[in-house]
């Protein structure tokens, strides 16, 4: 079954995590100095929030899958919308490894569509073992074009 994906990028992670704790009436499944997620079954969704990103807001949305099937499905609709698609593959980010690609809307939310394989100590990819965090959005891919280039290209070709 798949779940929907968002993540916000917070100003305050402790008031943050209190505010959607209490919201949800759920503790964070997992949680990091500058991060946490909820992995909730009512209503059924993936919900992040983090430090990382430039500006406090929505980062992106995304569709997680549970099984390689779903993943080759929702990759097909990916191709269908006509719009420049980056396949990231195999990737590590948000403390965890994952299968992934991006496409931005006309509109340039992004969106990923991804498979979770297990857990990581690192957040990702912008940060080395013993080394600060590095303020980047989250799960930005660090190769091949850009998918928020998309935004720019009035027809995302």
Same mark, same amino acid.
């Given at each position: 079954m798949k779940r929907l994906h968002v993540h916000v990028t917070v100003e305050n992670i402790t008031?943050? =995590?209190r505010f959607y704790s209490a919201l949800f009436a759920a503790e964070p499944t997992v949680l990091k100095p500058d991060y946490a997620k909820w992995m909730l079954a009512d209503p059924r969704v993936n919900f992040a929030?983090?430090?990382?990103? &430039?500006t406090p807001g929505i980062e992106h949305?995304?569709?997680?899958?549970?099984?390689?099937?779903?993943?080759?499905? =929702?990759?097909?609709?990916?191709?269908? &919308?006509?719009?420049p698609v980056l396949e990231e593959g195999n990737t590590t980010c948000c403390y965890a490894q994952s299968d992934k690609s991006w496409i931005a809307d006309p509109q340039g939310v992004l969106w990923e569509t991804f498979l979770t394989s297990g857990e990581s100590t690192m957040y990702g990819h912008d940060v080395s073992r013993g080394a600060s965090p590095?303020?980047?959005?989250?799960?930005?891919?660090?190769?091949?074009?850009?998918?928020?280039? &998309?935004?720019?290209?009035?027809?995302?070709?």
């Amino acid at each position: 079954m798949k779940r929907l994906h968002v993540h916000v990028t917070v100003e305050n992670i402790t008031a943050s =995590v209190r505010f959607y704790s209490a919201l949800f009436a759920a503790e964070p499944t997992v949680l990091k100095p500058d991060y946490a997620k909820w992995m909730l079954a009512d209503p059924r969704v993936n919900f992040a929030i983090s430090q990382r990103g &430039a500006t406090p807001g929505i980062e992106h949305l995304g569709i997680q899958v549970e099984n390689h099937s779903e993943l080759e499905e =929702v990759y097909a609709r990916l191709k269908r &919308a006509e719009r420049p698609v980056l396949e990231e593959g195999n990737t590590t980010c948000c403390y965890a490894q994952s299968d992934k690609s991006w496409i931005a809307d006309p509109q340039g939310v992004l969106w990923e569509t991804f498979l979770t394989s297990g857990e990581s100590t690192m957040y990702g990819h912008d940060v080395s073992r013993g080394a600060s965090p590095v303020k980047s959005t989250c799960c930005a891919p660090v190769t091949g074009p850009s998918v928020a280039d &998309a935004r720019l290209d009035e027809d995302g070709r």
